[in-house]
């Protein structure tokens, strides 16, 4: 059901529920009538929780949709996020590297091999 | 200097490097987005507990011959409210994805570069041990290797430092341009579901005007002054109504300006960034949530009251 209509249904069934209640609150009604107008009441009771229901899950099944986009940026970014920690990786690495050339370099030197 | 300078460009591709100011209004915002996430779910919940208690009222109204029937309408709300949970968890896992966000944002803008500052300080030391090997073993023989190690050091760390903060803002401004439609999507929609709460035809407002008519057929049924514990729990049940729709309205008026912060937050990575505004957009975010944050904890002390009542 569109929303449009169901927001209207639902306006329909609150004014029936207002009516119920204010013919309930009338003097002389026999028991019949009574249980009558309980049991309509509370059809319309579970009338209205079906259409608030109806409506909320297909407002939030529409906010599950564009967290279900927003989640595929959300793995981009980690993934971004993990790449540049392998290039800090890579700058770490390359230092480690220049520090064993040095020692290389030192331990040449000591055996007579560097000038 | 002008030189280094040339390097640096050249390593880094580009001048544009992640300034603390940007990084500090993505901090804000991840921290404002973070409080933010369990709201929506707040209100459901809230409603969730108004309209079993409206449901509850009605019950109270009918006579010994429909006592059956009341019984099943107060099964059936209470599968309503079951129902209702689970739509709220489900809202709760669609909005955390707000939370992952934010964490990610964090992940991007945080200090990496101390990690770049202890490699740069080892690869110094290093260097300048092996220099003074290298000098020992040639002894007085040559000319001794000055110390170039605290050199070395600031270069690996100018180089690695400019490299991380201008590859972090080509990452942060990519995907929050990637995210600004989405997070504006999905709040915009949380703020349409939330507005079916609010307003006198509202869910709550519904709930209230059933409440109070409920009230006078009671009163009129039983023939008889109300007692102070029936005032006490419709009147109860009425404060709780009108701040749950003042949560809701709260929650969807912040839902709007979650966005526009988002869409300031962008501004702020663009090329030529407008902070004082973005700034602004997050002070007015940050106040929002605290008046949720509020009406939230008025709500929650509203329940364990009634709660410690009951017991």
Known sequence: ?115 | MVALVAVLAAVTGCGAVLTKPQASAIQDFAQANDTFVKLPATVLRSYEEVHLETRMFDATTVGTRDAPRAVTQLMRAIEFSQQLEKVAVQLDAATEVLSQYAALLRKLSSDVVGGVDATATDLGRALDQSIGSYNQVLGGSATPLPSVGSAAAAAARAVGGLYTKHRQLAYLREFVAQADPLVTRLTSDVGVLLGAFVGAEGYLGADAMSIQATLTAYASSHGVALTVSDVHLFGEALRKEVLAAKLADDVRTTSTKLAKAHAALKGVLDPRPSLVSARSELQVLITELQAAAQVKAKLDSTNRTNQCTKE
């Open chain 1, 1 to 115: 059901m569109a929303n449009t209509e169901r927001l209207a249904a639902l306006a329909r069934v609150r004014l029936a529920r207002n009516a119920i209640q204010v013919a309930q609150g009338q003097v002389g009604l026999s028991s019949d009538e009574q249980s009558r107008l309980v049991s309509l009441f509370a059809d319309l009771d579970d009338l209205e929780d079906l259409l608030i229901l109806e409506d909320i899950s297909e407002n939030v099944e529409s906010i599950r949709k564009d967290a279900d986009e927003l989640k595929d940026v959300a793995a981009s970014m980690s993934a971004s996020a993990n790449k540049l920690t392998r290039e800090l990786s890579l700058v770490d690495d390359a230092a480690k590297a220049v520090a064993g050339l040095a020692d290389v370099v030192a331990l040449a030197s000591s055996h007579g091999l560097v000038p």
